[in-house]
């Protein structure tokens, strides 16, 4: 692994058979689990460069993956329509979700790990009692695909994003919509929350990242340099940094109090998702590839 600020290139000799999709950093920075188009989740060891397990369950690609449960647990979405939660120690499935009737684009878990929201293809959200595996509620409002959903507001607000063009925020304890937020100029791909600040960042295919302050809903900023579609966006754990993959072929690092670039990396293909914890970004391409990074202040 590299450090971000002082250099440009990494390896990537790790990955999938087809694009990765989606990537989640365990809380501890040792271990990454992803997922793609190849219909399966990989759960890898980057200190040693190994792969430590490969998940089969899904009947299509895996758009979306989050690990909860201290890292003993995770849950995934697949353009099969389905969410399946995992036993990531023996890699077993412990059950399947179903409800949706399009692909399932994004999902987040509450804090407590008791339940979670999926964002679907087919319009909705539906959030989902994790220990039983019954859907609780459905959640409509977007008028086409929810692409991505973060929890916020000690699990009981989310901010949705969509095809639509717009991101909305949602009482979960009514399923009520609050507000609307308005400004993207194409599809909104991913969101994430920046929690301390109570912002939320979007990303976009109009090649932009949006602040919006989730208290007002108004835009604080707009985050430009990508010159294409942003495809992914996640927070550093202290708030301070914002991460965004495009298919520009970067991953650029962001300063959130000022919306300035203040580190890039650029690959051999489109950057498909990104996470970061722990001090670790993790990144995956459209070939495949997992390539990783530790966040370090430039001295």
């Not at 507001?153 to 639509?164: E, L, T, V």
């Not at 051999?268 to 391409?285: F, N, Q, S, Y």
Request: proline share 1%; with cysteine.
């Amino acid at each position: 692994m590299w450090d971000l600020a002082a250099s440009p290139q990494t390896r990537a000799d790790i990955g999938h058979g087809a694009e990765v999709t989606a990537v989640a950093v365990y809380r501890d920075g040792n271990r990454v689990i992803s997922a793609s188009w190849d219909r399966t989740l990989k759960i890898w060891d980057l200190a040693k460069r190994a792969e430590i397990r490969t998940l089969h369950g899904h009947s299509d690609g895996i758009t979306a993956v989050a690990v909860f449960g201290a890292g003993q647990f995770a849950i995934s979405a697949s353009a099969d329509g389905t969410l399946k939660v995992w036993q990531l120690e023996g890699g077993d499935v412990l059950r399947t979700l179903t409800g949706h009737a399009k692909p399932v684009r994004g999902v987040a878990v509450y804090e407590d790990g008791k339940r979670a929201i999926s964002a679907s293809s087919d319009d909705t959200l539906k959030i989902w009692d994790l220990e039983t595996g019954g859907e609780v509620r459905t959640i409509r409002g977007h008028s086409r695909w929810v692409t991505a959903v973060a929890v916020f507001g000690n699990g009981n607000r989310a901010i949705s994003a969509s095809w639509d063009h717009t991101l909305k925020i949602w009482d979960l304890d009514t399923g009520a919509e609050v507000r609307t937020l308005s400004g993207h100029i194409s599809v909104v791909s991913a969101v994430a929350v920046a929690h301390d600040l109570n912002w939320a960042i979007s990303s976009s295919w109009d090649q932009t990242l949006k602040v919006w302050d989730l208290d007002t809903g108004t835009e604080v900023r707009t985050l430009t340099g990508h010159s294409n579609g942003v495809t992914a966006v996640a927070v550093s754990r202290d708030g301070k940094r914002v991460i965004s993959t495009s298919h520009d072929n970067t991953l650029k690092v962001w300063d959130l109090s000022t919306g300035k670039e203040i580190a890039s990396f650029s690959a051999d293909g489109g950057l498909e998702a990104c996470a970061c914890d722990a001090g670790l970004i993790v990144a995956g391409d459209q070939f495949g590839k997992i390539h990783a990074f530790q966040l370090q202040e430039p001295t």
